[in-house]
Nanobody, 124 residues
Framework: QVHVAESGGGSVRPGGSLRLSCVAS???????IGWFRQRPGKEREGVVC????????YYDDSVKGRFTISRDKAESTAYLEMNNLKPEDSGDYYC??????????????????WGQGTQVTVDA
């Protein structure tokens, strides 16, 4: 299992940007990296998942064109670049790394090893 730790959350105004980081306990080669969020009163949901194995990326419709996933291979760190943030993006964000395909992983609500999360607040 890959252990991860998220950071980079904060408070921004609508239209602002944030970059979240996910530091992994080992190389992320051959893993699928996923970013998830849990909005107040809702279940955790996958927003972006990227398979480093086949290059496939799954984006939830709500974040397409605004969120981008990337990684620093040498640092075993994944990033989530979030632009044009909206109030409905507010929530706790988590990352995970596993061997599922990109879409399959993003549809999982349990069974993954998430970190402690980082909070994002988008508010005027």
């Amino acid at each position: 299992q890959v252990h991860v730790a998220e950071s980079g959350g904060g408070s921004v105004r609508p239209g602002g940007s944030l970059r979240l980081s996910c530091v992994a306990s080992r190389s992320l080669d051959y893993y699928t990296i996923g970013w998830f969020r849990q909005r107040p009163g809702k279940e955790r949901e996958g927003v972006v998942c990227w398979s480093t194995n086949d290059g496939m990326t799954y984006y939830d419709d709500s974040v397409k064109g605004r969120f981008t996933i990337s990684r620093d291979k040498a640092e075993s760190t994944a990033y989530l670049e979030m632009n044009n943030l909206k109030p409905e993006d507010s929530g706790d964000y988590y990352c995970a790394a596993d061997v599922w395909g990109a879409q399959a992983m993003c549809l999982m609500t349990e069974g993954l090893k998430w970190g402690q999360g980082t909070q994002v607040t988008v508010d005027a």
